[in-house]
């Protein structure tokens, strides 16, 4: 450090005498000192004491420099010192009034500048120094009490700035101005490094972001979910966008993509199953092998699509078969067309057009032996239906035309009800009316076809009407639908017999098909019963049952029930899928044999056995993929009778055995152990819905 650079932090000039300054300077040296102690932080500590320590270095310098010159004031004696304390009045005793008079002053710090007087002998030089001393003095106080004032405007300056520049930031932060309100706290620390009102500042600005960030991210993952579940996937895809957008690493965001592709994937699946699914309806059989192969392709395991495969192969080969089998009954039926009605040809044919119905020479054959029997024409001949059951007789044909025709119909006469195709003809009743076709006990031998039975409304209650009735009576249904009814689709009673395929049993209130009693029976062949509110098919008290080749999927109970005590209960190659209990409970029966169905994906397990029914052959079933055990045995039931039945990939354990389903073991203690698993539908007498008779 030169001289002159010590002169300029001690605030003199360069011809001003620092000697007469040095007491002054030796004050403001205190009040750094001072400043040092009292800064409110670190940083502008270190930035005092930095000042501190140049001004010591430049004060040294300069005393140096005196020192060197001899013109070092010398120290005062300890008797000037004493006079040089500050006198302290003593405190008033009496009120201060506005004229009192001044408080005596206090002595100041130029009486201590008073030489004492020399020693006789000392040289008489002295006197002009000190008196050039005191001059220089008062002209030197000038210059230190402007570097004191000047650093004092500073500071106040530097502490406003601060004080602005947190309130402009504050105000930013409130407006969300996050770019303004760092650069107002980044000139604050600037200014004031290692500043709480900076660092305070700052983590307000996290802390504000961090806010908006999470509000953010909350609404628009929030709407990308909403949209998701309703199925709006664009909608929902573009809302998870804006998050991505402005976070890129968002994870819940990045999920909803990835929830709405797999939603896409799943819907365009869904989509396929159902085109498969309306080509094995159709018979259309090479469609459905192209769609399930284009499932296939990209998810070889897809078990729905393995099961549309394999029954559009199955049912190619069969309709190949089934061709050939009508081929040769339209053989044998021309053979004996000779102008005149033949029963035995006409069933032939009748029989042939199920096996081929797309077959133009049999569906002419037919038409031409059914034109030797009686004709009536709706609403050529009758206006309605009603009016040309009420004319014919047995063996008379009724030909519908397309329209919603009203019920509730009666048949009890042996004839062919023929609809213009389940998509045209309909015949429906309001629920309270009854049911829109009945087969009375004189109908020995109806035949209906094209026809869709339905309700107009649903209506609950414990006594409902299906939608097709067969009490004590026997007929055929081909081609027809059963739908809304408010009980069961078609119910069989009174000895009744029902032989029914390529029809589909779908929403009704009950059971899509249901038949009971003694001398009862029900045979359902290549149909649907879907969605229905009980079991897609049930039997009970002595109804005897045959079915084959049938799908019941998606019933709010067991795909197929039976409990037909000492009847029959022949169920083969069905396929029970997605329903709310078992695919098939098997009560009792006396005989018959369960075989080649396959019981995948349903709720409460694969397939029950129970000891009333031990006595079938149950056998080459296939349990898969169901929520619950795949095969439940009751008690007394060998699991060694069941190792030809394939149970494999259900939840939990496999098969089931030794289980009690009686009323006993449900109404037991509750200090006795609790059963195995949930007890299948069946365990107990179940309240079944009854048809309704008409009177």
């Not at 009034?97 to 005596?104: D, E, Q, R, V």
Request: net charge negative.
């Amino acid at each position: 450090m030169t001289l002159n650079e010590a002169r300029k932090i001690l605030g003199l000039g360069e011809k001003d005498d620092p000697g007469p300054a040095l007491e002054k300077l030796s004050v403001a040296r205190g009040q750094l000192a001072k400043m040092v102690d009292t800064a409110p932080n670190n940083g502008l500590a270190e930035r005092y004491q930095a000042e501190l320590d140049d001004f010591d270095k430049a004060l040294t310098l300069v005393r140096e420099h005196l020192d060197a010159a001899g013109l070092l004031p010398p120290p005062l004696p300890p008797e000037v010192l004493r006079q040089q304390k500050t006198v302290v009045p003593p405190p008033a005793k009496t009120v201060v009034l506005a004229n009192a008079p001044s408080p005596p002053k206090v002595a100041g710090t130029i009486v201590a500048l008073e030489a004492p007087h020399a020693p006789s002998g000392s040289p008489p030089r002295r006197r002009p120094y000190v008196i050039w001393s005191l001059v220089l003095l008062v002209a030197a106080g000038g210059g230190v009490g402007f570097h004191l004032q000047n650093k004092q405007v500073r500071e106040k300056q530097r502490l406003a700035r601060i004080e602005e520049l947190d309130r402009k930031g504050t105000s930013l932060i409130e407006n969300r101005r996050w770019q303004e309100a760092a650069d107002a706290f980044a000139e604050i620390e600037k200014i004031s490094p290692h500043s709480e009102t900076a660092r305070r500042g700052r983590l307000g600005i996290e802390e504000g972001m961090g806010e908006e960030q999470t509000q953010f991210i909350g609404y628009w993952t929030g709407q990308a979910t909403a949209e998701l579940e309703a199925g709006r996937f664009d909608e929902a895809a573009s809302a998870a966008r804006q998050v991505l957008a402005k976070y890129p690493d968002e994870a819940e965001a990045s999920a909803i993509l990835r929830k709405i592709d797999d939603a896409r994937a799943g819907q365009v699946r869904s989509a396929a199953i159902a085109a498969a699914r309306q080509a094995l309806d159709e018979r259309k059989w090479d469609g459905a092998v192209a769609s399930a192969n284009t499932i296939l392709s990209t998810s070889p395991e897809d078990p729905d699509a393995k099961s549309i495969l394999a029954d559009a192969l199955a049912g190619k080969q069969k309709a190949a078969a089934d061709e050939a089998k009508a081929l040769e009954l339209l053989k044998l039926a021309t053979a004996r067309d000779n102008g005149q009605f033949d029963q035995q040809a006409l069933d032939w044919l009748r029989e042939a057009v199920s096996l081929a119905p797309g077959n133009v020479e049999i569906a002419t054959r037919l038409e031409k032996l059914s034109s030797y029997i009686r004709t009536l024409r709706v609403p050529e001949d009758f206006a309605t239906p009603d009016e040309a059951i009420a004319a014919a007789h047995d063996r008379d044909r009724i030909v519908l035309g397309a329209s919603i025709w009203k019920g509730p119909l009666v048949v009890n006469a042996a004839i062919e009800l023929q609809g213009a195709g389940f998509n045209d003809a309909i015949i429906e009743c309001r629920p309270e009316d009854g049911s829109a076709i009945t087969i009375g006990p004189g109908a020995k031998g109806a035949r209906i076809s094209g026809i869709t039975f339905r309700h107009e409304t649903f209506a609950v209650g414990t006594d409902r009407f299906s939608a097709a009735l067969v009490r004590g009576g026997n007929a055929a249904f081909v081609d027809c639908r059963f739908t809304g009814a408010s009980g069961h689709g078609l119910a069989v009673i009174e000895g009744g017999q029902a032989n029914v395929s390529r029809s589909r049993f779908a929403d009704n209130g009950w059971n899509g098909a249901a038949a009971s009693g003694n001398g009862s029976s029900l045979e359902v062949r290549d149909c649907e019963s879907l969605d229905n509110f009980e079991h897609g098919i049930e039997t009970w008290d002595g109804a005897a049952a045959t079915l084959v080749n049938n799908r019941c999927q998606g019933n709010s109970r067991n795909g197929i029930h039976t409990d037909n005590r000492n009847a029959a209960a022949n169920i083969q190659g069905n396929q029970l899928i997605e329903n709310r209990e078992f695919g098939i409970v098997i009560d009792s029966a006396g005989s018959g044999k369960i075989t080649g169905n396959t019981a995948r994906a349903n709720l409460l397990g694969g397939i029950v056995v129970r000891n009333a029914a031990g006595q079938l052959a149950v056998s080459e079933n296939q349990a898969t993929l169901n929520q619950g055990p795949g095969l439940v045995l009751e008690k007394d039931l060998q699991p060694s009778d069941y190792a030809k039945n394939s149970v494999t990939q259900n939840v939990g354990e496999q098969v089931i055995a030794g289980v009690d389903l009686s009323e006993k073991a449900e109404n037991a203690s509750e200090a006795s152990p609790p059963p195995p698993p949930a007890q299948p539908a069946g365990e107990q007498e179940i309240p079944r819905a009854k048809a309704v008779i008409e009177e």
